[in-house]
């Protein structure tokens, strides 16, 4: 059985714009902000929860809470578990998939971004994807952006304003532009 272009971009494969499959990620990306529109000029919890399980395909538990307004272009691959808090203004780009795991907090405009371009401008316009997986208990300060292919480990802490381009051990604390361990916890 063939593949269908997300399951070609989470394999590693270049995806360009002019792909023929490449308008069910238009589609995709659509139907997910028709829904997002009514998430985002929502104020009651349990309403939220159900959009998120609309927009996600996954309800998002009871003990977690996805603050408005929040920006996803694809929420089908962004996996939330228990007891997590995102705070507002989170941006999640997340063809690649993003997985948060549980106890998770995340801080006011924080970026997770999972898609990017390649390097080589002959391939510019072409889509490449890497997951992102936040572990237990880790928390992402304010504006955090972390890119494609990072893993923040467990009970780590990435500090306010942090640009992580490289996995974060467990139990350390990260900062600056790119992140650097500060120390460990």
Same mark, same amino acid.
């Given at each position: 059985?063939?593949?269908?272009?997300?399951?070609?971009?989470q394999?590693g494969?270049?995806?360009?714009?002019?792909?023929?499959?490449?308008?069910?990620?238009?589609?995709?990306?659509l139907?997910?902000?028709?829904?997002?529109?009514?998430?985002?000029?929502?104020?009651?919890?349990?309403?939220?929860?159900?959009?998120?399980?609309?927009?996600?395909?996954?309800?998002?538990?009871?003990?977690?809470? =996805?603050?408005?307004?929040? #920006?996803?272009?694809?929420?089908?691959?962004?996996?939330?578990?228990?007891?997590?808090y995102i705070n507002?203004?989170?941006? #999640?780009?997340?063809?690649?998939? =993003?997985?948060?795991e549980?106890d998770?907090?995340?801080g006011?405009?924080?970026?997770?971004?999972?898609e990017?371009?390649?390097?080589?401008p002959?391939?510019r316009?072409?889509?490449?994807?890497?997951?992102?997986?936040?572990?237990?208990?880790?928390?992402?300060s304010?504006?955090?952006t =972390?890119?494609?292919?990072?893993t923040v480990?467990?009970n780590s802490?990435?500090?306010?304003?942090?640009?992580?381009?490289?996995d974060?051990?467990?139990?350390?604390i990260?900062?600056g532009?790119?992140?650097?361990?500060i120390?460990?916890i």
């Open positions: 059985m063939s593949k269908n272009v997300f399951e070609r971009m394999a494969e270049l995806v360009t714009f002019s792909d023929p499959q490449f308008t069910q990620v238009s589609e995709s990306g139907r997910t902000t028709e829904l997002l529109v009514k998430y985002n000029n929502t104020s009651d919890p349990d309403t939220l929860r159900k959009l998120w399980g609309d927009l996600s395909g996954t309800a998002l538990d009871a003990s977690s809470y =996805i603050q408005i307004p929040v #920006m996803v272009n694809h929420a089908e691959f962004v996996t939330v578990g228990k007891n997590i507002h203004a989170c941006t #999640m780009l997340a063809l690649g998939t =993003i997985t948060i549980d998770v907090l995340i006011p405009k924080a970026n997770l971004i999972t990017g371009h390649p390097i080589d002959t391939n316009k072409a889509m490449e994807v890497k997951p992102i997986v936040i572990k237990k208990n880790a928390w992402l304010a504006g955090v =972390i890119l494609p292919g990072v480990g467990e802490i990435v500090a306010a304003g942090a640009v992580v381009n490289k974060v051990p467990p139990n350390t990260v900062g532009v790119p992140a650097k361990v120390r460990n």
